[in-house]
């Protein structure tokens, strides 16, 4: 192969690897970015599961203190009811004492409350209303007898009392444990929520570390390829530069041994005596000959 084949063969190459080069190039700028990206990423999920996590274990310090308060609550709670069930008992006693046998008070003053209701609500005979009229003021009668009892006798007041304010704090304190329980549920769902949110970012995140991974290692092989490419074009370009150069020293030999051919022809019709011409004598000149 002759050196102009040889220098457009390496022309060729060096304009196919020029090629390859921006290709390598554009696919390296393009996993960089989609690295800064993925980098970016992470460390916005990164601080998603932090938050998760801080706003999780506040909910589940918050739920563990509630429950603190709903366990004092219910042993609250608890002795009420005891001393409740206490008074109710020697109430009952005092009532089967003092008042004579028959309903209770509160079960006379339920009867006559129903009465009362259906005598307003419903459409009755003559009949039956002398009935309920006549059974209404039966009951009244007990009722008052009990009352009347009920105001005379000190113990039974006072137990009676006792067992009211008993009933009313025992209440106080069920409703109390329900409100704390709800609370402390509701705080409940929200530490699974969060602690849920967390797993659910940290699986995002081992997809993202892994594609992050990926990417760097392909950014850096797009960039090796880069660099080999500029480093096989240096050497395509010297080759050319040292066929040219091999081209450039050939053809000024060539040119050299024309002149000299030519220089000794003249030089051969000098000595013979023939007249010169100026072109002559410059060509003579130039190759040395005088």
């Known amino acids: 192969m ?10 060729k190459e060096k304009k196919e690897i020029k090629k390859k080069l921006y290709e390598a190039k554009g696919e390296r700028e393009k996993l960089n970015k989609l690295t800064v990206e993925l980098k970016k990423r992470k460390r916005e999920l990164i601080e998603e599961i932090e938050k998760y996590k801080k706003e999780g274990l ?13 366990a004092k609550a219910k042993e609250r709670r608890s002795e009420l009811n005891k001393e409740y069930e206490n008074v109710k008992k020697k109430l009952i006693e005092l009532k089967k004492k003092y008042f004579p046998k028959g309903p209770s008070l509160e079960i006379l003053i339920q009867r006559r409350d129903a009465l009362e209701f259906k005598q307003m609500t419903q459409q009755l005979s003559k009949k039956e209303e002398e009935e309920i009229i006549e059974q209404l003021a039966k009951i009244n009668k007990e009722i008052k007898e009990r009352e009347k009892i009920l105001e005379s006798n000190e113990e ?8 009211k304010e008993l009933k009313e704090k025992s209440d106080r304190e069920h409703k109390k444990v329900k409100e704390l329980a709800e609370k402390a549920q509701k705080e409940h769902f929200e530490m699974i929520e969060c602690f849920s949110r967390v797993n659910q970012l940290k699986k995002e ?10 990417s760097k290692i392909n950014a850096d092989r797009a960039h090796r390829e880069f660099v ?3 480093k096989k074009i240096r050497e395509i370009e010297e080759k050319i530069n040292k066929a040219r150069e091999i081209m450039k020293r050939t053809e000024k030999e060539k040119e050299k041994d024309i002149l000299l051919k030519k220089a000794d022809e003249i030089y051969q019709r000098f000595k013979r005596g023939e007249k010169l011409s100026t ?12």
């Open 2 to 11: 002759d050196l102009k084949a040889e220098i457009a063969e390496l022309e």
């Open 205 to 214: 995140l081992r997809k993202i570390e892994r594609e992050y991974i990926l």
């Open 156 to 163: 039974l007041r006072e137990y009676v009392k006792k067992e």
């Open 58 to 70: 506040m909910h589940k310090k918050r739920r563990d203190e509630i429950n603190s308060q709903v």
């Open 228 to 230: 080999s490419y500029i």
């Open 279 to 290: 072109e002559d004598l410059l060509l003579l000149q130039k190759a040395g000959l005088i």
